[in-house]
């Protein structure tokens, strides 16, 4: 779809969902994402020289595979506007497309500014005051997001821990590379399933790289595509992992934090105690998680699916997950 | 008969020496293409120094690890089979040694700047000094 056919069914789409006339203007592809295609634009409404301007995203799905149980684009859009609805801070959902909009999956958003790159957030001078902030602030809205009514919510998935763990056995068999650090993972894993206290929403993907940061702190939750219903301590121990922290191990919240205050500001959030061996074995499942995406990555670039250096690269990450799961189960701070 | 030099090593420095040396000739895509390639080069360079001691040392600690012989490979797979059904406990002091020892040896080819690997050899040198 080129910009001008796209322009054109994005007013479409908001006559036909808001019954409003809107302009699309300055319509311009941004750097896409994996599995989306995402535009920026201005939604200009009002007549007269001084029409009321908005910059807005649109996110539409390419129909590339995702890894492990993605949410459709509609779903997840979805999602997100029952999150802002509820008041977690996150951008505001304009547009869900259904069929007749002619826009396959996808939805609108309103764009917010500030920092979402990880090496900025962790060392950006002028974020001092924000990285001050941002370990309780994350916990708050975590605690938010799990206390969210999942009455609001479109149908989400909802696997228990083992249901989760055999899902990734069956990837990481699929590769055909044998990982003896993995094997250890798993049978550590498999040996501490916790039980989950009720279905809550769990964001997913909740880490340093997807929240837009200001100078005073937490601006915005971004990506929700792997929003499902489980353990909320998952969010807590994904928060932590290595690959988060952009350099700065001594900080495993997000390369800014202490677990220590993250997991003090939730139990002051959430008013409940948190049971740090669950948190450590989030972390753990989230680090081999990760560890069996960088693998798939790979071998996208071997098998020819996904022929860019980048997947290549990717691939030689593994050995970063393997070291981070060691320390994890011996205990190393 | 072996190959005239230079050597792959320096066959490498010469393509490495020729990327790096004017950062300014690619830009978006390109650029970003052109730093992933000389990442993976200096994966290379590193591997073919050190891959080969790599593969001997961990094959050597397998075979006393799963008291068999074979490839590094092979005895990986065999490894992988016993911590699977639970045939070697996954607290045992030898099996976490080795591992480690490997993957450290991995990361020393894969990336030496990753901060748990800093960490780990900061600590060990350390603790040898």
């Given amino acids: ?333 | 008969m072996p190959v005239n030099p230079p050597d792959r090593l320096q066959l490498l420095d010469a393509v490495l020496g020729t990327l790096e040396s004017d950062p300014q000739a690619a830009s978006g895509v390109a650029a970003y293409e052109a730093r992933i390639a000389i990442s993976l080069l200096r994966i290379l360079r590193r591997e073919l120094e050190a891959g080969d001691a790599l593969l001997a040392g961990e094959r050597a600690r397998l075979t006393t690890l799963v008291g068999q012989d074979g490839d590094a490979s092979a005895l990986n797979a065999r490894l992988c089979e016993l911590i699977r059904r639970r045939q070697i406990d996954i607290a045992d002091e030898r099996l976490l040694s080795h591992l480690r020892t490997t993957v450290l040896a991995k990361l020393a080819i894969d990336n030496p700047r990753y901060s748990a690997y800093r960490r780990a050899t900061e600590r060990a040198g350390a603790a040898g000094g």
């Fill in chain 1, 1 to 333: 779809m080129d910009s001008a056919e796209l322009a054109e069914r994005l007013a479409g789409a908001y006559r036909r969902h808001a019954g409003s006339s809107v302009r699309i203007g300055d319509l311009q592809r941004l750097s896409a994402g994996a599995s989306a295609e995402t535009w920026r634009f201005e939604r200009v409404a009002g007549a007269g020289d001084e029409p009321a301007r908005e910059p807005m995203i649109v996110q539409i799905f390419t129909g590339e595979k995702q890894f492990t149980a993605a949410l459709d684009k509609r779903t997840q859009g979805l999602v997100q506007r029952a999150a802002h609805d509820a008041g977690i801070p996150t951008p505001r959902v304009d547009l869900v497309f259904d069929a007749e909009d002619g826009l396959g999956e996808g939805f609108v958003s309103a764009f917010v500014a500030g920092e979402t790159l990880g090496q900025r957030i962790t060392r950006a001078p002028e974020l001092a005051a924000a990285r001050e902030l941002l370990t309780g602030q994350c916990a708050r809205v975590l605690a938010e997001i799990h206390g969210m009514d999942t009455a609001t919510l479109p149908p989400l998935p909802a696997e228990p821990p083992a249901e989760m763990l055999d899902r990734l056995r069956r990837a990481h068999d699929s590769f055909g590379v044998r990982l003896p650090v993995f094997e250890l993972a798993f049978a550590w894993l498999q040996d501490r399933l916790p039980a989950v206290p009720g279905r809550h929403l769990v964001h997913g993907d909740f880490r340093n790289g997807n929240f837009i940061v200001g100078e005073q702190g937490l601006v915005a939750v971004l990506d929700w595509e792997a929003a499902h219903l489980g353990d909320p301590l998952e969010d807590l121990g994904w928060m932590c992992l290595n690959a988060w922290r952009f350099g700065r191990i001594e900080r495993p919240v997000g390369g800014f934090g202490a677990r220590d205050d993250l997991i003090g500001a939730y139990e002051a959030a959430t008013d409940t105690p948190v049971d740090t061996r669950r948190v450590r074995f989030w972390e753990v499942f989230g680090t081999l998680r990760w560890g069996i995406i960088c693998q798939w990555f790979g071998n996208q670039f071997i098998t020819g699916e996904v022929p860019v250096i980048e997947r290549a690269a990717i691939g030689r990450r593994v050995s970063e997950t393997e070291i981070d799961l060691l320390d994890l189960i011996e205990g190393v701070e």
